[in-house]
């Protein structure tokens, strides 16, 4: 079982920066790639970007390719999401996903386990 929980969230103006973190349980936190999805009111849920168990290897969707970083701390058990050159689209429920094993996906449906989301808003 990995519970995962979500901090960082806020309100930033559009260019602004802000760093998410979800800290995960458990003692095989590098046994599970972890991805940050996205959820605005009234959309579905969508993939934002993710990293293998190691950290060396990492996944973006192309909107948010060259704006967001993901990066893992694995002696911390914890997993961040830099964003950068915030947009008002970008506005919406950010949450972490954790699933066993070396594959990564972009669909949510074979992630294992969520946080409860930190919300992200980006004013214009």
């Known amino acids: 079982q990995v519970q995962l929980v979500e901090s960082g969230g806020g309100l930033v103006q559009a260019g602004g920066s802000l760093r998410l973190s979800c800290a995960a349980s458990?003692?095989?936190?590098?046994?599970?790639?972890m991805a940050w999805f996205r959820q605005a009111p009234g959309k579905e849920r969508e993939f934002g970007a993710a990293i293998s168990g190691s950290g060396v290897i990492t996944w973006y969707a192309d909107s948010v390719k060259g704006r967001f970083t993901i990066s893992r701390d694995n002696a911390k058990n914890t997993v961040f999401l830099q964003m950068n050159s915030l947009k008002p689209e970008d506005t919406a429920a950010y949450y972490c996903?954790?699933?066993?094993?070396?594959?990564?996906?972009?669909?949510?449906?074979?992630?294992?386990?969520w946080g409860q989301g930190t919300q992200v808003t980006v004013s214009s």
């Open positions: 458990g003692r095989t936190f590098s046994s599970y790639g």
């Open positions: 996903a954790a699933k066993y094993g070396k594959s990564w996906s972009a669909s949510g449906h074979e992630y294992d386990y």
